[in-house]
C-alpha cells in the first residue's frame, strides 16, 4: 500500500520526490513524509499524518531543498498514522530509510536492539530496518554493504531506500517480495514503487529483481543480485506518457483498462502474501481483531461492486466455512434487518461515494454492526475514510464507465480475505498455500486470456444485430453470468439478462429462439456436467450458443454451438478468469455498434445520488 521515491540529481529534487509522491496517492495512504540531505549533508526530515498536499506546504515553509533524498507515503499496519510512526525512519542522525512491506520477525530484532542500546521513536516494523543498517555502517561498511548486511536476516516483503550523512553521493536499495525500480535521466537517477511515479522526469527503467539490491549515484548505477554478485539487469522504455490516465495505443479507456488488469492484481497482492501465506497485518492495524471476532459476513454493494460480493459468497462458505448474506446497497438501506452477532459489515465500491454503499455504512452502528470494512479504489473516498478497516484494490484510475479492472481486483481482494477469515474457520495451512499460489498465477493467466481478444472480436459480429441475449451460470459463475449480462447491456444497449442455468426451465426458456443468443460460461467444476443438460435444453429449442469453456472440459463446437476453449484454471480463482472474455465480448460488440464505449447514454462512473 506505500509507495516510496528517491532522487539524486544536480539540481533540487525536492519537485521531483513531491511530485511522485501525489503520482502514488491512488495507491492509498495516511501519512507522507521526506529525509534530505542538506549542503553540510547533514539529514533533514519532514513527515506529517495526512496527505501529500500537507506535506508539500510543510516543506515549502521551511525552504527544504537538496540535491538528494527520499520520501514516502505510507499506510499504516503497525503503529497509528501519527506523526511518529510516519516514515522516512532516522538513526542518531545517521541513516534514513524509507520501506515498503512487512518485517515478520520485528518484534524479535526489536527486542534485540533495546538490549544494545537503541531507543525506538516509533510503534512501526519497519525502524527495526534503519537501526540494523546503521549498526552495519557503524561498523565500518560502507552503506551498500550494510545494507546488504542488514536484509539478511530479515523475514517478510520488504523494498527500502537509504540515505546515509556520511555518503551523500548515493542513494541504496533493496528489494524482496515488493516491488522497485530504478529510473534513469541524464546526470541523475531515480528510484520508486512505481513507474507512475518518474513518468514525468523519465521513460527508461530497471526494474530490481527479488534479491537485489543497488546503489544510485548522478552518473554511476551499480546493481547486485541475492548472492552479492554484480549483475546488469535490462533496461527497458515505458511506452506510458506522463500523463498515465490518457489511452495511449487504445481505442478507448476500456479496452486499455482491460488489459492493464494483469498489472491491478498484481498491485492488489502486492506486499499482502508472502512465502505462500498472507501477510495478515498488510490488512489494518484492527484487522487481527476484528477478524477474531467475525463469525459471519454481510455483503452491501451495487452494481457490478454486488456481482463482485456475490462470487464471495460462494468462496466465503465454500472455503472458509463463514456464513455470508449479499444485499444491493438501495434496497438493504430501506429495510428492517437483523444483524447476528458477531457479523462484519464489509461494503464495495470502487469510487467509495456509491450513495446507498455509503448510507449503509454510516447507518451501521445502529443497526448492531460492530465493525465495518470496507473494499475500494479510490484512497481519498469518504468509504475509506469512515470504515473501521479497508483493503484498497490498487487498480489505478479507472475512466470507462463500464467498470472492469476494478471488478477484478476487488474478487482479488476478496479472496485475500476469505483466506484470513479462512484461518478462523476450516481453511487449512496446505490450502492457504494452494490458494495464495493460485492468487501469484492470475497476472499471467489473465495475460493468457487476452490472447483471445482477436477470437473474441470475430465472434461479436455474431451478436451485433441482436436485440438480447441470455447469459448463464452455475454455482459462483452465476454471478460472472450477472456481470457479463450487466458489461453487454451497459455499453452496447442490448437487452441482457442473467440465469443460473438450472433455472432455465422455470422460465426463461420461453424466451429462446434463433434471435436469442445464449452465453454460457464453462469451468470444469462439479457443475459441469449439469449445466450441459441444461444448455442441451437450448439447442433443442432451435437456440443459438455461445459456451466459454474450460479446455479441460473438452467441448467441441458444432452447430448452433460455439466453443471457445480457455486455458485449464483451477476452481478457486476461475470466476476471476472467466470474466475477461466477457468484458471483451462486450466491449467488442459495443465498438461494432458505435456506441460512445466509455461513457455509455445515461450511465455515470461514480454514483453519488439515490
Same mark, same amino acid.
Given at each position: 500500500?506505500?509507495?516510496?521515491?528517491?532522487?539524486?540529481?544536480?539540481?533540487?529534487?525536492?519537485?521531483?520526490?513531491?511530485? @511522485?509522491?501525489?503520482?502514488?496517492?491512488?495507491?492509498?495512504?495516511?501519512?507522507?513524509?521526506?529525509? !534530505?540531505?542538506?549542503?553540510?549533508?547533514?539529514?533533514?526530515?519532514?513527515?506529517?499524518?495526512?496527505?501529500?498536499?500537507?506535506?508539500?506546504?510543510?516543506? $515549502?515553509?521551511?525552504?527544504?531543498?537538496?540535491?538528494?533524498?527520499?520520501?514516502?507515503?505510507?499506510?499504516?499496519?503497525?503503529?497509528?498514522?501519527?506523526?511518529?510512526?510516519?516514515?522516512?525512519?532516522?538513526?542518531?542522525?545517521?541513516?534514513?530509510?524509507?520501506?515498503?512491506?512487512?518485517?515478520? +520477525?520485528?518484534?524479535? =530484532?526489536?527486542?534485540?536492539?533495546?538490549?544494545?542500546?537503541?531507543?525506538?521513536?516509533?510503534?512501526?516494523?519497519?525502524? !527495526?530496518?534503519?537501526?540494523?543498517?546503521?549498526?552495519?555502517?557503524? $561498523?565500518?561498511?560502507?552503506?551498500?554493504?550494510?545494507?546488504?548486511?542488514?536484509?539478511?536476516?530479515?523475514?517478510?516483503?520488504?523494498?527500502?531506500?537509504?540515505?546515509?550523512?556520511?555518503?551523500?553521493?548515493?542513494?541504496?536499495?533493496?528489494?524482496?517480495?515488493?516491488?522497485?525500480?530504478?529510473?534513469?535521466? /541524464?546526470?541523475? +537517477?531515480?528510484?520508486? *514503487?512505481?513507474?507512475?511515479?518518474?513518468?514525468?522526469?523519465?521513460?527508461?527503467?530497471?526494474?530490481?529483481?527479488?534479491?537485489?539490491?543497488?546503489?544510485?549515484?548522478?552518473?554511476?548505477?551499480?546493481?547486485?543480485?541475492?548472492?552479492?554478485?554484480?549483475?546488469?539487469?535490462?533496461?527497458?522504455?515505458?511506452?506510458?506518457?506522463?500523463?498515465? #490516465?490518457?489511452?495511449?495505443?487504445?481505442?478507448?479507456?476500456?479496452?486499455?483498462?482491460?488489459?492493464?488488469?494483469?498489472?491491478?492484481?498484481?498491485?492488489?497482492?502486492?506486499?499482502?502474501?508472502?512465502?505462500?501465506?498472507?501477510?495478515?497485518?498488510?490488512?489494518?492495524?484492527?484487522?487481527?481483531?476484528?477478524?477474531?471476532?467475525?463469525?459471519?459476513?454481510?455483503?452491501?454493494?451495487?452494481?457490478?461492486?454486488?456481482?463482485?460480493?456475490?462470487?464471495?459468497?460462494?468462496?466465503?462458505?465454500?472455503?472458509?466455512?463463514?456464513?455470508?448474506? %449479499?444485499?444491493?446497497?438501495?434496497?438493504?438501506?430501506?429495510?428492517? *434487518?437483523?444483524?447476528?452477532?458477531?457479523?462484519?459489515?464489509?461494503?464495495?465500491?470502487?469510487?467509495?461515494?456509491?450513495?446507498?454503499? =455509503?448510507?449503509?455504512?454510516?447507518?451501521?452502528?445502529?443497526?448492531?454492526?460492530?465493525?465495518?470494512?470496507?473494499?475500494? +479504489?479510490?484512497?481519498?473516498?469518504?468509504?475509506?475514510?469512515?470504515?473501521? =478497516?479497508?483493503?484498497?484494490?490498487?487498480?489505478?484510475?479507472?475512466?470507462?464507465?463500464?467498470?472492469?479492472?476494478?471488478?477484478?481486483?476487488?474478487?482479488?481482494? /476478496?479472496?485475500?480475505? #476469505?483466506?484470513?477469515? @479462512?484461518?478462523?474457520?476450516?481453511?487449512?495451512?496446505?490450502?492457504?498455500?494452494?490458494? %495464495?499460489?493460485?492468487?501469484?498465477?492470475?497476472?499471467?493467466? %489473465?495475460?493468457?486470456?487476452?490472447?483471445?481478444?482477436?477470437?473474441?472480436?470475430?465472434?461479436?459480429?455474431?451478436? !451485433?444485430?441482436?436485440?438480447?441475449?441470455?447469459?448463464?451460470?452455475?454455482?459462483?459463475?452465476?454471478?460472472?453470468?450477472?456481470?457479463?449480462?450487466?458489461?453487454?447491456?451497459?455499453?452496447?444497449?442490448?437487452?441482457?439478462?442473467?440465469?443460473?442455468?438450472?433455472?432455465?426451465?422455470?422460465?426463461?426458456?420461453?424466451?429462446?429462439?434463433?434471435?436469442?443468443?445464449?452465453?454460457?460460461?464453462?469451468?470444469? +467444476?462439479?457443475? /459441469?456436467?449439469?449445466?450441459?443438460?441444461?444448455?442441451?435444453?437450448?439447442?433443442?429449442?432451435?437456440?443459438?450458443?455461445? !459456451?466459454?469453456?474450460?479446455?479441460?472440459?473438452?467441448?467441441?463446437?458444432?452447430?448452433?454451438?460455439?466453443?471457445?476453449?480457455?486455458?485449464?484454471?483451477?476452481?478457486?480463482?476461475?470466476?476471476?478468469?472467466?470474466?475477461?472474455?466477457?468484458?471483451?465480448?462486450?466491449?467488442?460488440?459495443?465498438?461494432?455498434? @458505435?456506441?460512445? %464505449?466509455?461513457?455509455?447514454?445515461?450511465?455515470?462512473?461514480?454514483?453519488?445520488?439515490?
Amino acid at each position: 500500500m506505500c509507495g516510496i521515491v528517491a532522487a539524486i540529481a544536480e539540481r533540487d529534487v525536492m519537485p521531483i520526490l513531491l511530485e @511522485g509522491l501525489k503520482r502514488l496517492e491512488y495507491r492509498g495512504y495516511d501519512s507522507a513524509g521526506v529525509a !534530505v540531505l542538506d549542503e553540510q549533508a547533514c539529514l533533514a526530515r519532514v513527515r506529517l499524518p495526512g496527505k501529500v498536499a500537507v506535506l508539500e506546504q510543510a516543506v $515549502q515553509q521551511q525552504g527544504l531543498r537538496s540535491k538528494i533524498g527520499i520520501a514516502h507515503t505510507r499506510w499504516a499496519t503497525h503503529g497509528l498514522p501519527v506523526e511518529k510512526n510516519a516514515h522516512p525512519h532516522i538513526c542518531r542522525d545517521a541513516v534514513a530509510m524509507v520501506h515498503n512491506g512487512i518485517i515478520e +520477525n520485528h518484534e524479535q =530484532l526489536r527486542s534485540e536492539q533495546k538490549l544494545s542500546g537503541h531507543i525506538f521513536t516509533s510503534d512501526t516494523d519497519s525502524e !527495526v530496518v534503519v537501526h540494523r543498517i546503521h549498526d552495519q555502517h557503524q $561498523q565500518g561498511k560502507d552503506l551498500l554493504a550494510a545494507v546488504q548486511a542488514a536484509v539478511i536476516n530479515l523475514e517478510g516483503a520488504y523494498a527500502i531506500a537509504v540515505i546515509s550523512a556520511r555518503e551523500p553521493q548515493r542513494i541504496v536499495l533493496a528489494r524482496r517480495g515488493t516491488p522497485l525500480i530504478i529510473g534513469l535521466g /541524464l546526470g541523475e +537517477n531515480y528510484a520508486a *514503487s512505481d513507474m507512475a511515479a518518474l513518468l514525468p522526469v523519465t521513460r527508461r527503467f530497471i526494474i530490481l529483481q527479488e534479491g537485489d539490491t543497488a546503489s544510485i549515484e548522478r552518473e554511476r548505477i551499480q546493481i547486485f543480485d541475492a548472492s552479492g554478485t554484480a549483475v546488469e539487469r535490462p533496461v527497458s522504455e515505458s511506452q506510458l506518457s506522463a500523463d498515465a #490516465v490518457l489511452r495511449g495505443e487504445y481505442r478507448h479507456f476500456m479496452l486499455k483498462e482491460i488489459y492493464e488488469q494483469p498489472q491491478a492484481i498484481a498491485d492488489t497482492l502486492e506486499g499482502r502474501i508472502a512465502k505462500g501465506r498472507l501477510l495478515e497485518e498488510s490488512l489494518g492495524i484492527s484487522a487481527g481483531a476484528i477478524l477474531d471476532a467475525t463469525r459471519r459476513v454481510d455483503i452491501v454493494s451495487c452494481g457490478t461492486s454486488y456481482h463482485a460480493g456475490q462470487v464471495a459468497r460462494y468462496w466465503l462458505e465454500g472455503l472458509a466455512g463463514i456464513a455470508c448474506q %449479499v444485499e444491493v446497497a438501495s434496497e438493504f438501506r430501506y429495510r428492517s *434487518s437483523v444483524v447476528a452477532p458477531g457479523s462484519l459489515l464489509v461494503l464495495i465500491s470502487q469510487s467509495g461515494e456509491t450513495a446507498d454503499t =455509503l448510507a449503509v455504512l454510516r447507518d451501521a452502528k445502529r443497526r448492531g454492526y460492530q465493525h465495518t470494512l470496507a473494499i475500494c +479504489n479510490v484512497a481519498e473516498s469518504s468509504l475509506v475514510r469512515e470504515a473501521d =478497516l479497508v483493503l484498497m484494490t490498487r487498480a489505478g484510475p479507472e475512466i470507462g464507465v463500464a467498470s472492469t479492472k476494478a471488478f477484478t481486483t476487488q474478487l482479488t481482494a /476478496l479472496m485475500l480475505l #476469505v483466506i484470513a477469515l @479462512g484461518r478462523r474457520g476450516k481453511l487449512s495451512d496446505a490450502m492457504e498455500q494452494q490458494l %495464495v499460489s493460485e492468487l501469484e498465477s492470475l497476472p499471467r493467466r %489473465v495475460e493468457k486470456i487476452l490472447e483471445l481478444d482477436a477470437i473474441i472480436a470475430e465472434l461479436s459480429e455474431q451478436l !451485433v444485430d441482436k436485440q438480447h441475449a441470455l447469459f448463464l451460470g452455475r454455482g459462483p459463475h452465476y454471478p460472472i453470468a450477472m456481470e457479463g449480462a450487466l458489461k453487454l447491456k451497459e455499453i452496447s444497449y442490448i437487452h441482457a439478462e442473467a440465469y443460473p442455468a438450472g433455472e432455465l426451465k422455470h422460465g426463461p426458456l420461453a424466451l429462446v429462439d434463433e434471435q436469442m443468443p445464449v452465453i454460457a460460461v464453462a469451468p470444469n +467444476n462439479a457443475l /459441469l456436467e449439469k449445466l450441459k443438460s441444461n444448455l442441451h435444453e437450448v439447442k433443442a429449442r432451435g437456440g443459438k450458443l455461445y !459456451v466459454f469453456a474450460d479446455s479441460a472440459a473438452r467441448w467441441e463446437s458444432a452447430d448452433d454451438l460455439q466453443v471457445l476453449a480457455m486455458e485449464s484454471v483451477e476452481e478457486s480463482i476461475s470466476p476471476i478468469i472467466f470474466t475477461i472474455p466477457l468484458q471483451l465480448l462486450a466491449y467488442h460488440v459495443a465498438v461494432l455498434k @458505435g456506441t460512445d %464505449v466509455d461513457q455509455p447514454r445515461n450511465l455515470a462512473k461514480s454514483v453519488t445520488v439515490e
